[in-house]
C-alpha cells in the first residue's frame, strides 16, 4: 500500500507541471485575445518566419518555402 | 443595407466598400479580393510584396502633424530604446480576418516597420518599427491610407492598464481548479464505505496534503472576498462577503484543527470547492465588451493636439493641454473646436449637433464666441482661444461630480440587502446552537457552532447574482445592447421615469426629410433642383437631393453658396435660389413664426414653393413609446432644439408626456437631478456630449449609436441604433431576471436550511459538507442559467 504515497507524489508532480505551464501562459498574454491567433494560422507561411525572427532580420526571399523551425 | 460582404461574409453594414461592383464590407476585404482577383488565386498564399495593396493618395495635409511632437510621441509611444519603437494603436474598425491579415503585413508595406499584432477584442494593433527609418507620423499616415485609421486621442495619453486584473483572475482559478482536484481525490477514500478501515499513516499524510494545498487557496485566491468584506464592515455594510469570509476561516481553522489533532480529515475540499465556484461565478460576470468604452469624457472626443499659428504666420503643433488664452489657432474642415475660442477670420459654419442638439449648423461672424465641441463645417478658419481646454464650459459641465455615482453604487443592491439578514440570521442560529449543546452536551458546543457556520456559508446565494445577471448582460450583448456592467441589470429593473434626448437619439441625426409644399413641379423641375443641390454639403442640401428621385443630369453655371442664406446658380439658362425665406424672397421679412425649417425655391422669376424638412425619427420609436406606456413608465423629452416639431411629437409621445426644447445641457442635468430628489428612479437615454451630465446624473445612462466603437459620451450602456424598438423588451427581460435572483435565493435557503438542520444536532460530517455545498451552488447556477436563456428568448425573437 505505500505505493500510494509514490503515486500521490508523482501525481502532485505532473499536475503541479501542469500548474506551472497554465500560469505561463496566463501571464504571458495568452488569454488576452483568443481570436487573432486561430485566424492568423491561416495566413501564408512568410508572415511565420518573419514574426518569428523579431529581431530585426527580415526574411530572406529564397527561405520563404523553407519550413519554420 | 442588407449586402453580404464578397469576401468574408459578413453584413456590409451602411456604407459598404464597392470595387468592380461587388460590396465588401471593409478595405481589407477589398484588397483581399483585389489581390486574389488579380492574382488569379494561386498567388494569395506567396504574396511577399503585396502588389496588390494600393496605397490611396489621401491627402491628410497636417493632420497628424502633432504626431512630430516630442511630447506627444513619448506619451504614445509604450516603449523606445535604440531606435526601436513600439505603440499600440487602437483601429476602431478591425472586425474581420482580412483586417488582421492587412494590419500585420503592414512590414510589407514599408521596410522601418518591423512587426504588427492585432488584438482582436480590443482592436489593438502594436506596431514594432524602426524609429529612424519611418516616424510615427508616417506610419500612422501609412494606416490612414489604408483606410485603417487608428484614434487616438487625449484618452490615450493617460496610461491604459493591461488588463492586469483580468489576468489575475484566470490565475486565481488556475490555482483554485488545481487544489480542488487534488484535495478531492485525497478526501475521496474517506467517503467510501469501510473508511474507517484506512490506516491512521494514510490519514494524516492525506490530511497534510491537502493542508499544504490549501494554504494558496486561503491567502491567494481568496483574497479579494476578504478585502470586500473589510470594506464593507468599515462602511458599516455587510455585504455579501461577510458570511463567505466568516465561512472559508471557520472551514480553514475547524479542519486545521481536526487535522492537528488527527481526529480527522476535515472539510478542506468543500472550502477549495466554494472558492473555485466563487471565483468562477466572478469570471463569468467580469466579461465585459473590451473594445467598447463606457468611461468615455471630453478627452476622447477632442482632439490631441492642435495647429497654432504664431506671428509670423508659421504653423506649429500644440499638444491640447498647452493651449493657452489668447493663443491663435486654425480649424480646417471638420476639425473640432477644442476650447472655447473668438473668430478672427473666415466664415464658420459650425455643426453643434453633438453638443447641443441642434441639428443644423449655425453661421458665426467674425467675433463671436464659439464654444468647444462644435465641428467646423467649411474652409479653414483662424480663432483666438479665450478659455483653456479644462476651464470652456463644455468641459466644465463634464467634470462636475464624477464620482458621485460609484459611491452609491454597492450599498443598496438586491444581494447586499438580503445578505445583511442573512448574516444576522445565521449568527443567532449557530449562537443558539452553542448555547443549547453547552448545557447537553459540552462536548459538541463549539463543533455545532462552527458547524452552522461552515453549511451556512452563502455560496450559492453569492452565486446567483453573477449567474443570473452576467447570462443576462450576455444575452443582451448578442441582441446589440451593451452593458458596462452587471451592476446596471438591477438599476435598469427599479426605474420608472424614462427621458428621451430628441437630435441623435429618437431621430436620425444626419437624415432629414424634405417634403415640398407649393406649386406641383415637373420632373424636368425637380431634376433641375437636385443638379444645384448637389453641389452643396449642406445637411439641408443633401436632404433635399436625398428627397427627389428624378436624377440630377445638369450642368450648374455660376453655382455660389452663401453661408447660412442659401445656394444659387444657372441651370438650363435660368437661375435658381434655393435657401431661407429672406434669401429668396428677397425681402427682410420677420423670420417665420414657426421655427420649422423651411428651404424656399426661387426659379424662373418667381417662388415655386418650399420644401418642409423634418427630422426622421428612429424606426421603432413609436413602438417603444407605446410599450413604454403600457407598462406605465414616466416618460419625457429634452431636446437642445427648437420646437418646431412639437406637434409632431405629441402625437408621437401623447400629451401627457412633457415634452420640453431649448433644453441647455445643465438645464438637462439639473432636470434628472429635481427629478431624482422627488423620489424617481431616471433612466437617460441620449447620445451626445450635451447628454454627458444628465445621463451621469441619471441612475441609467444609456446612448444610442450606429457605430458602438465610435464615441459615445460616459454612459452605463450602449444600445446598437438598429435595435432602438427593443428597448421595452431589455427593460422588461431585467424585471425577469430579479425574479429569477429571487427564485434561486429561495433555492439555496431550502439547502441551507437542509444542512443547518444537520449542523445543530452536532452531526455535520465532512461527507455531508462535501455534497451539500457543491450540489446546491451547482443547482443554483444550473437554473439561474438555463432560465435566463429561456426568458430572453422568448421575450427577443
Known amino acids: ?69 | 443595407m442588407g449586402l453580404k460582404c464578397l469576401h468574408c461574409g459578413e453584413s456590409c453594414g451602411k456604407n459598404p466598400v464597392m470595387w468592380d461592383d461587388e460590396p465588401f464590407c471593409c478595405y481589407g476585404c477589398k484588397t483581399v479580393y483585389q489581390i486574389l482577383n488579380e492574382k488569379k488565386l494561386e498567388k494569395y498564399y506567396d504574396i511577399q510584396r503585396m502588389p496588390g495593396i494600393k496605397l490611396e493618395k489621401v491627402d491628410v495635409g497636417n493632420k497628424y502633424a502633432y504626431l512630430d511632437n516630442e511630447d506627444v510621441k513619448l506619451k504614445l509611444l509604450d516603449f523606445l530604446d535604440g531606435g526601436i519603437g513600439k505603440v499600440s494603436l487602437y483601429v476602431p474598425v478591425i472586425h474581420c480576418a482580412s483586417c488582421i491579415w492587412l494590419l500585420e503585413n503592414l512590414h510589407t508595406l514599408n521596410a522601418g516597420i518591423i512587426s504588427s499584432s492585432v488584438n482582436f477584442p480590443k482592436k489593438l494593433v502594436s506596431v514594432t518599427f524602426k524609429e529612424n527609418e519611418v516616424s510615427l507620423r508616417q506610419l500612422v499616415e501609412l494606416m490612414a491610407s489604408i483606410h485603417y485609421i487608428p484614434e487616438i486621442n487625449l484618452n490615450h495619453l493617460d496610461k491604459k492598464d493591461s488588463g492586469k486584473s483580468e489576468r489575475d483572475l484566470l490565475l486565481k482559478i488556475g490555482i483554485a481548479g488545481f487544489s480542488l482536484l487534488n484535495v478531492m481525490l485525497y478526501n475521496f477514500p474517506e467517503y467510501l464505505p469501510g473508511s474507517n478501515q484506512l490506516s491512521e499513516t494514510f490519514v494524516k499524510f492525506f490530511g497534510w496534503m491537502s493542508f499544504i494545498l490549501v494554504l494558496p487557496v486561503v491567502f491567494y485566491c481568496a483574497n479579494d472576498y476578504y478585502l470586500s468584506a473589510f470594506k464593507g464592515l468599515r462602511h458599516k455594510v455587510i455585504n455579501i462577503d461577510v458570511p463567505i469570509t466568516l465561512g472559508i476561516f471557520t472551514l480553514f481553522f475547524q479542519s486545521t484543527y481536526d487535522i492537528i489533532a488527527g481526529s480527522g480529515i476535515g472539510y478542506l475540499d468543500s472550502l477549495v470547492g466554494l472558492v473555485f465556484f466563487l471565483l468562477v461565478g466572478k469570471w463569468y460576470q467580469s466579461k465585459t465588451y473590451r473594445a467598447l468604452s463606457f468611461e468615455r469624457d471630453y478627452k476622447s472626443y477632442f482632439p490631441v493636439a492642435v495647429t497654432t499659428l504664431d506671428d509670423e504666420g508659421g504653423e506649429h503643433s500644440l499638444s491640447i493641454a498647452d493651449i493657452k488664452e489668447g493663443d491663435t489657432i486654425l480649424i480646417r474642415n471638420e476639425e473640432l473646436v477644442p476650447a472655447d475660442a473668438i473668430l478672427l477670420k473666415g466664415s464658420a459654419n459650425i455643426d453643434y449637433s453633438f453638443v447641443t442638439g441642434e441639428a443644423i449648423p449655425v453661421e458665426k461672424k467674425q467675433g463671436e464666441l464659439l464654444f468647444a465641441g462644435g465641428r467646423q463645417m467649411g474652409r479653414n478658419i483662424i480663432l483666438k482661444v479665450s478659455k483653456s481646454v479644462k476651464q470652456s464650459y463644455l468641459t466644465q459641465l463634464w467634470n462636475q461630480d464624477r464620482h458621485q455615482k460609484e459611491t452609491v453604487s454597492n450599498l443598496n443592491n438586491v444581494i447586499n440587502s438580503v445578505s445583511k439578514y442573512f448574516t444576522i440570521v445565521v449568527l443567532i442560529v449557530a449562537a443558539s446552537a452553542a448555547i443549547y449543546w453547552q448545557f447537553n452536551n459540552p462536548l459538541l458546543t463549539i463543533f455545532a457552532f462552527t458547524s452552522v457556520l461552515i453549511i451556512a456559508c452563502p455560496c450559492a446565494l453569492a452565486l446567483t447574482v453573477p449567474f443570473t445577471f452576467g447570462g443576462t448582460m450576455r444575452e443582451f450583448g448578442r441582441k446589440g445592447f451593451y452593458l458596462k456592467n452587471a451592476e446596471v441589470i438591477e438599476y435598469l429593473h427599479k426605474i420608472d421615469t424614462v427621458i428621451f434626448d430628441k437630435t441623435g437619439t429618437i431621430t436620425l441625426s444626419h437624415t432629414m426629410k424634405a417634403e415640398f409644399k407649393g406649386e406641383l413641379l415637373s420632373d424636368e423641375q425637380l431634376s433641375m433642383i437636385k443638379s444645384l443641390v448637389a453641389n452643396s454639403a449642406h445637411p439641408l442640401s443633401i436632404a433635399i437631393k436625398n428627397s427627389i428621385s428624378q436624377p440630377a443630369v445638369y450642368e450648374v453655371e455660376n453655382f455660389k453658396e452663401i453661408p447660412s442664406l442659401g445656394i444659387s446658380g444657372i441651370v438650363r439658362g435660368s437661375r435658381i435660389n434655393i435657401g431661407s425665406k429672406i434669401f429668396v424672397m428677397g425681402t427682410c421679412a420677420i423670420p417665420d413664426k414657426e421655427y420649422s425649417t423651411n428651404v424656399y425655391v426661387f426659379a424662373k422669376n418667381k417662388v415655386l414653393g418650399y420644401f418642409k424638412i423634418e427630422n426622421v425619427y428612429r424606426q421603432g420609436l413609436e413602438e417603444v413609446i407605446r410599450d413604454l406606456k403600457k407598462y406605465h413608465y414616466e416618460i419625457f423629452l429634452l431636446s437642445g432644439d427648437n420646437d418646431a416639431e412639437k406637434s409632431t411629437l405629441a402625437k408621437i409621445f401623447g400629451n401627457d408626456t412633457r415634452l420640453l426644447f431649448k433644453q441647455s445641457p445643465t438645464d438637462k442635468r439639473d432636470f434628472v437631478r429635481k427629478l431624482k430628489e422627488s423620489g424617481k428612479t431616471v433612466l437617460m437615454i441620449g447620445d451626445g456630449l450635451n447628454d454627458a451630465g444628465a445621463l451621469m446624473e441619471s441612475n441609467v445612462g444609456l446612448t444610442i449609436a450606429d457605430d458602438i466603437y465610435s464615441f459615445s459620451p460616459a454612459c452605463d450602456g450602449i444600445i446598437e441604433a438598429g435595435r432602438f424598438g427593443n428597448l421595452t423588451k431589455f427593460i422588461r427581460i431585467t424585471h425577469t431576471s430579479i425574479n429569477i435572483v429571487k427564485i434561486s435565493f429561495l433555492i439555496s435557503f431550502f439547502y441551507n436550511v437542509v444542512g443547518i438542520g444537520f449542523a445543530v444536532q452536532g452531526n455535520l460530517s465532512p461527507l455531508v459538507a462535501a455534497i451539500l455545498m457543491p450540489i446546491s451552488s451547482i443547482s443554483v447556477v444550473a437554473f439561474a442559467g438555463f432560465s435566463v436563456k429561456t426568458f430572453s428568448k422568448k421575450k427577443i425573437d
Open chain 1, 1 to 69: 500500500m505505500s505505493v500510494i504515497f509514490f503515486l500521490v507524489i508523482v501525481g502532485i508532480i505532473v499536475a503541479g507541471g501542469f500548474l506551472v505551464a497554465f500560469v505561463w501562459s496566463v501571464k504571458s498574454g495568452q488569454y488576452d485575445d483568443t481570436y487573432s491567433p486561430a485566424v492568423r494560422m491561416l495566413f501564408d507561411d512568410t508572415k511565420i518566419v518573419s514574426s518569428t525572427e523579431q529581431e530585426g532580420e527580415k526574411p530572406e526571399k529564397d527561405n520563404k518555402k523553407k519550413p519554420e523551425k
